[in-house]
Nanobody, 115 residues
């Protein structure tokens, strides 16, 4: 079992920045992919960014150039640096980890972009 705990959400003005963190614990060996998804009210959960063990990354087109995913293997933590935030980035952000094809999810952290 893998436990994921997100932190760093909050209220930010348009154009501002936030950094989300996700700490993994438990049986964390052979986690193949870690990443971030988000779900806005009334919408389906969507991929934001993910990083493989080999440090390959994928980003949603809507966040390319604004968000950066990174990983600290010593701290077993993945980060999402979010810059130039827009109103449409408002959502609950979920950390995701995939181990042996089994997905694990955090409980989510709310990011609200509002003036």
């Amino acid at each position: 079992q893998v436990q994921l705990v997100e932190s760093g959400g909050g209220l930010v003005q348009p154009g501002g920045s936030l950094t989300l963190s996700c700490a993994a614990s438990g049986s964390i060996s052979m986690i193949n992919v870690m990443g971030w998804y988000r779900q806005a009210p009334g919408k389906q959960r969507e991929l934001v960014a993910r990083m493989t063990r080999g440090s390959s990354t994928n980003y949603a087109d809507s966040v390319k150039g604004r968000f950066t995913i990174s990983r600290d293997n010593v701290k077993n933590t993945v980060y999402l640096q979010m810059n130039s935030l827009k109103l449409e980035d408002t959502a609950v952000y979920y950390c995701n980890a995939v181990q042996y094809s089994t997905p694990y999810w955090g409980k989510g952290t709310l990011v609200t972009v509002s003036s």
